[in-house]
């Protein structure tokens, strides 16, 4: 099954610079890329996602890349606020959101 | 915004116990979901469910779960017998059609803590 690596872990940046997470993944056949959103004890919420056929997409202060030959995709924040801090997760399914599969997670702290 | 609404927030059990998560998804969505995250990890995906069947599950999802849409609205995760290692917060979601690849809506999920 997909396979979906998550890199850092951790990250700390000063407000209004920028924030950069990586994801690889390893089903080909992966065809949809959501990123999420989870506060605290909150449900994960979709802030963005991109599809096989894109390679970037864009909202405001948030962007995604997508390297389909290379299995990558990557999330970009930039002039980040303090309430950006949160465990962002991207995720990957190669099939209509069946057998999604989550990364590891990225926390993220914004300091003021 | 609709949302997926989940039953009860916090379920407290004793090992061995059969436990039943709900879940109520929004009304017009087809697709249905349940994942569970241990504290501090990642969102695992457990099992979708399609037309009143499982359309895929993982291999986390063995023959101690089971899924159930008992009327027009709700849809019910089942734990036989509950491990330790069950302990963990289970999140339903679900979807529109499911033939394009569309936003998933989580609710806002189910602490179980296996004693």
């Known amino acids: 099954g997909e396979n979906v690596e998550q890199h850092p872990s951790t990250l700390s940046v000063q407000e209004g610079d920028s924030a950069v997470i990586k994801c690889t993944y390893s089903?080909?056949?992966?065809?949809?890329f959501p990123w999420y959103k989870q506060e605290l004890g909150k449900r994960p919420q979709l802030i963005i996602d991109?599809?096989?056929?894109?390679g970037e997409k864009k909202d405001q202060r948030i962007a995604v890349t997508l390297n389909k030959t290379a299995k990558h995709f990557s999330l970009h924040i930039t002039e980040t606020q303090p309430e950006d801090s949160a465990v962002y997760f991207c995720?990957?399914?190669?099939?209509?959101?069946?057998?999604?599969?989550f990364g590891a997670g990225t926390r993220l702290t914004v300091k003021p | 915004e609709p949302e997926v609404t989940q039953t009860p927030s916090h379920q407290v059990t004793q090992m061995g116990q059969e436990v039943i998560l709900r879940c109520v998804p929004i009304s017009n969505h087809l697709y249905f979901y349940w994942y569970r995250q241990i504290l501090g990890q990642k969102v695992e995906f457990l099992v979708s469910?399609?037309?009143?069947?499982?359309?895929?599950k993982s291999e986390i999802f063995d023959d101690q779960f089971s899924v159930e849409r008992p009327d027009g609205s709700n849809f019910t995760l089942k734990i036989r017998s509950t491990k330790l290692e069950d302990s963990a917060m289970y999140f339903c979601a679900s979807s529109g059609t499911g033939l394009t690849n569309e936003k998933l809506f989580f609710g806002s999920g189910t602490q179980l803590s296996v004693l």
């Open positions: 469910f399609y037309n009143n069947e499982i359309s895929e």
């Open positions: 995720a990957a399914s190669p099939n209509n959101n069946n057998d999604m599969r």
């Open positions: 089903d080909s056949a992966s065809n949809y």
């Open positions: 991109i599809r096989s056929n894109v």
